[in-house]
Each structure stands twice: as C-alpha cells, then as structure tokens.
T-cell receptor, first 112, second 116 residues
C-alpha cells in the first residue's frame, strides 16, 4: 500500500462548481499535512497547510480526519485558473520534515 | 528575491557521461532535497540534507550522489547516467518544523533530463 494515495482524476468540472479531493495516508503517526498545487511542467507550490481543526483560505478549505487517516481539499466556486494538479503531502516522520511524502496528484480541469 | 535555482533546466546526454545538476538557494534554509517526477509515480525523493555535511538517502537513491559542502548548494551528481534516469528533477529547500520553521518546501523550476 502506498504511503499517500490520491485519486488521480482527471476531474473535469464547470466554472463555478464545487469540487473535493481526498487523500489517504498509511502512517497513523503522521503529524503534518499539506496541499501543494502544480501547474503543467512547473514546480509545485504550497497551496495550504492542513491543521487538525480544519482551515480555510478564501475558496479553499482543508480538513483532516485522523481517525480515518485522510485529508481533504474543497474548492468552491471553481475558476479556470484553478486548473492544475493538486498534490497531497504528508510528513510520516512527525515534525522532523525529514522526508515529506507526496501523493501522485489529482488533476483538475475547470471548463468554461 | 527568495528562490531556489537549478541548472541546467534542460539537458540531453548519453549513457555513461557524468553530469551534475546544480541547486542553490538564497533563503538560508537548512533542509534541502532532490526529487524526481515521473508520470504516474508522482514526486519521489532521491536524497535529502538536513544541514551542511549531513545527507541521507531518500526513496530512490540508486545511481545518484549528492554533496552538501555549503549551506546554499546541493548538487545532484549522476556518475554514469542511464536511460531510466530520464526524468524531471526538482530541488527543494525548507526551514523545517523541527527547527521552528513552517516546513514549507520551496522548489526550483525543475531540470528536464533525457539520457539517450
């Protein structure tokens, strides 16, 4: 079983739609979680960290469910510019940041 | 401007010809890492470094070497490249959580390597 698993998609949604991605992780001791965004042929960039209580940044909401070992990303009112691959990132070694583990990514295309 | 700089950005080489991909960061980050990205496999860590002269293997270290003689630089060395090392390579750095940072990884723009 992979340490971090994501649905690869692709997700094709119309502008204005709400879309949600899930990501599961295998190491119950994982302490830190992130969502990164990667545009085609570009470097990944941090979208948001995921906190235990859940957090929101504008149209983006991240949730953590430790009991079921998954994190989620919700995008409301999708924009064309949200088209990208979204990477789930987990630190399986607690706070050391020694070896972040990346999911394979979920591809999102927002259609006009 | 805070950044991670990789060179070269694109390279086509032949099997067995040693090459080095340089990586430099200007953010005084302790942690640096190399990843390769292949279709369907996502980002896989090759090597990482927690500080100067401290390096360790990631998930896929075979065929690669690294060094960390200075804090800002973390070159990736392919002593004898093979076609299965054709990939997109990213260098990244961060101020880790363990040192009081945010743990956010800052990536270079990537180096696309083709080994014939």
């Amino acid at each position: 079983r992979k340490e971090v698993e994501q649905d690869p998609g692709p997700f094709n949604v119309p502008e204005g739609a709400t879309v949600a991605f899930n990501c599961t992780y295998s190491n119950s001791a994982s302490q830190s979680f992130f969502w990164y965004r990667q545009d085609c042929r570009k470097e990944p960039k941090l979208l948001m960290s995921v906190y235990s209580s859940g957090n929101e940044d504008g149209r983006f909401t991240a949730q953590l469910n430790r009991a079921s070992q998954y994190i989620s990303l919700l995008i409301r009112d999708s924009k064309l510019s949200d088209s990208a691959t979204y990477l789930c990132v987990v630190n399986p070694y607690g706070s050391s940041a020694r070896q972040l583990t990346f999911g394979s990514g979920t591809q999102l295309t927002v259609l006009p | 401007e805070a950044q991670v700089t990789q060179n070269p950005r694109y390279l086509i080489t032949v099997t067995g010809k040693k090459l080095t991909v340089t990586c430099s960061q200007n953010m005084n980050h302790e942690y640096m890492s190399w990843y390769r990205q292949d279709p369907g496999l996502g980002l896989r860590q090759i090597y990482y470094s927690m500080n100067v002269e401290v390096t360790d293997k990631g998930d896929v270290p075979e065929g690669y070497k690294v060094s960390r003689k200075e804090k800002r630089n973390f070159p990736l060395i392919l002593e004898s490249p093979s076609p299965n090392q054709t990939s997109l390579y990213f260098c990244a750095s961060s101020f880790p959580l363990s040192a009081g940072g945010t743990g956010e990884l800052f990536f270079g723009e990537g180096s696309r390597l083709t080994v014939l």
